[in-house]
């Protein structure tokens, strides 16, 4: 769901309270002999006795079991042996020490590995079958349940596969990025005088693309153009002597020409000057330094184009640039807000075990990674005597573009791709729940600014200072909901129905013309489900399960509510929308892909190909009547 407002809301609500369960599984309870050692595999899960079955996918084997001396002979037997880390826990400082130390020592020279840039060392997150065995049997607190049942019984193995890390690498001799996936066959803590050893299972050189900055980039950007004497002379000639008041930000080229092709990995950085050196709190986004031309080469790290186009003053320090007690309006913050406090005596109504999150009859895992920040996985809510009914499998901020609206050097170029680009993962999030699930973004309050001339001002933006103004912008949003609404593991019983209210046609079923209806259509394939908010029917989306229906039969579901939300306000042809095709509806489906995760393609930076991603991969037109549905 793309969405633009300052608070932006992307909301579920069930569409039943009261439902019931589908046919209930047997309680699981099997004698030791019963388990049986073998190839772990999955067969469909329990089912409707009244509804046409399909034949679900059976993945290959997992792993060899070993037979256990731990085996119970009264009721499922548990693995005792558990392992630390649930296949979707974030990596640990060491997995990533031994993921990057791997594929370091698997470079060919001394050089090579020298230069090496991990861009990205995340989790390969395993197949959702490896999820449902780990949370049936391995990690607390068990649900064998989820396992769904075969013939002869539950096939347990004796422990998971092993976790992988998927680590995006930058070469800065090669000006390659590449993929690798390391199998962290052991890992202890170093501070245990442990060992650590990885396996390199497979890397790859993806052509024509450029990974997101990191940090260390950035500073070195920065050094590299305030050491450029040409900026050095730009700088004193707008009154600046102290270079160290200077702040140089390393923004991604994007792509609005050749010019901007990956085979150069490039930035054009934005400048702004503080007023104080010794002022760590200093707002220096309030004195943005208009009129230089910058381009960077990131590979080679020197200056490659530099121009001083026009002088503008730098705008004047402002006594409320900034956001610390004091600074506001007189001189005086406001005291006539009286004390709140929240109290809780007993306690939180949640609680944590590790990744793993009670709270009241929700249970979820939470993950983190550094392009979408939070990630939540496995929701679903405990319904009594009903158990466990699944709701979402992942979601999770998957991309935010943020394209400004001044035709004006240098604010055309910003287009940023926030998650992408940049990664959302330095951004705090808070969770809230209730019989919703709600994301509230909030604003920090520091603009991208520009300056101006004296006396000038502009149509594409708000003056807000002397000298001073802020452009127009969007904010766009992007959320992938791995839906699994009352769906075991195993199962694909998902749909996707449109709701539109309309008003009843005058005649004798409606003779006082005050009638109105909701409309259901099936959204059948991935191009009818290429979808916009429509505020005066009052539409929405449902999630429905196939094969489960409430109290008074109907099928069970979820409700996706759009909150307030628009489309680009910019034109069709506008440069940002190349890459951000994903835009042009607020609604997309598509049925479950492994690979198919971000919007834009995973490396939208300097990305010169049109409507990469969301846009291309629904042209295949799946069918989307009973699958694994996935939001967008």
């Known amino acids: 769901m793309t969405t633009t407002p300052k608070k932006a809301t992307t909301c579920c609500v069930p ?53 256990s001396t731990n085996a119970s002979t009264k009721g499922v037997q548990i693995m005792l042996n558990a392992q630390t880390s649930h296949p979707l826990d974030p990596l640990s400082a060491a997995e990533i020490a031994v993921a990057v130390a791997t594929v370091r020592a698997a470079g060919a020279t ?28 391995f990690f607390p607190p068990f649900q064998p349940s989820l396992l769904p049942r075969t013939k002869g019984g539950p096939v347990i ?53 450029q990974p997101p900055m990191d940090v260390v980039e950035c500073a070195e950007c920065e050094a590299v153009v305030k050491d450029y004497p040409p900026f050095r002379e730009a700088m004193k000639k707008r009154g600046v002597e102290d270079i160290d008041l200077v702040m140089v930000d390393a923004w991604c080229a994007g792509y609005h020409s050749e010019a901007d092709a990956p085979s150069r990995r490039l930035a054009k950085p934005l400048i702004f000057c503080r007023t104080e050196s010794d002022c760590p709190l200093e707002n220096g986004y309030a004195r943005p330094v208009e009129g230089i031309h910058v381009l960077v080469d990131m590979q080679n790290m020197v200056v490659i184009e530099f121009e001083d186009r026009k002088f503008v003053p730098l705008p004047p320090a402002d006594p409320l640039r900034n956001y610390t007690p004091g600074e ?8 006539d ?35 979408e920040g939070l990630v939540i996985h496995s929701i679903a809510y405990v319904d009594g005597s009903r158990g466990r009914r699944p709701v979402a499998h992942r979601l999770s901020f ?26 959302l993962g330095k951004f705090a999030h808070s969770l809230k729940k209730d019989g919703k699930i709600e994301a509230e ?26 000298g001073l103004y802020a452009p127009v912008h969007q904010h766009f949003f992007v959320a992938r909901m791995d839906m699994a609404v009352d769906c075991k593991p195993g199962e694909a019983y998902n749909q996707v129905v449109e709701v539109n209210v309309k008003a ?25 489900a290429m979808r916009n908010i429509n505020p005066l029917s009052a539409r929405h989306w449902i999630v429905r399960n196939t094969r489960t229906v409430n109290r008074t039969g109907q099928l069970t579901g979820y409700k996706l509510i759009p909150g307030s939300n628009c489309l680009p306000l910019a034109g069709p042809e506008a440069k940002f929308l190349r890459r951000a095709a994903f835009l042009k509806h607020n609604l997309w489906v598509t049925p479950h892909a492994r690979n198919e995760n971000f919007p834009g393609g995973e490396f939208p930076n300097q990305n010169p190909h049109v409507g990469e991603g969301l846009a291309t991969w629904v042209k295949q037109n799946r069918f989307l009547e009973e699958t694994d549905i996935v939001l967008w």
């Open 337 to 371: 807000i009286k004390p709140l406090q929240i109290l809780q005596p007993e306690g939180p109504s949640f609680r944590v075990h590790g990744h793993y999150v009670e709270w009241q009859k929700w249970n979820f895992r939470i993950g983190f990674t550094p392009r």
């Open 441 to 466: 973004v909030k604003l920090t309050g520091i603009l991208s600014l520009g300056a101006l001339q004296p006396g000038e001002s502009r149509k594409y933006g708000t003056m807000i200072a002397p």
């Open 110 to 137: 001394h050089e090579v590995r020298d230069n090496m840039r991990f861009v990205e060392v995340v989790l390969l997150e395993p197949e959702k079958h490896v999820v449902a065995l780990a949370d049936a049997y």
């Open 157 to 209: 193995p004796s422990k998971l596969p092993p976790r992988r890390a998927r680590l995006v690498m930058y070469n800065k001799i090669s000006n390659e990025t590449s993929i690798w996936i390391v199998e962290l066959t052991e890992v202890h803590a170093t501070t245990r005088g442990g060992h650590h050893r990885g396996r390199v299972i497979s890397s790859q050189v993806v052509q024509d693309v």
């Open 504 to 528: 009843e046609e005058p005649g004798k079923n409606n003779i006082h013309n005050n009638a109105f209806y909701a409309e259901e259509t099936l959204l059948k394939s991935e191009l009818q």
């Open 328 to 335: 506001t309006r007189d001189g005086v913050d406001r005291s």
């Open 15 to 67: 569409s039943d309270s009261a439902s019931v369960p589908r046919d209930a599984a047997a309680s699981v309870a099997v004698a030791a002999e019963v388990l049986r050692v073998q190839d772990w595999s999955v067969a469909a899960g329990d089912h409707r006795d009244d509804l046409p079955i399909k034949k679900a996918a059976v993945p290959p084997p997992l792993i060899r079991a070993e037979t």
């Open 398 to 423: 998957v991309e935010m573009v943020v394209p400004y609206g001044d035709p004006n050097e240098p604010h055309y170029r910003k287009n940023a791709f926030d998650a992408g680009e940049d990664g």
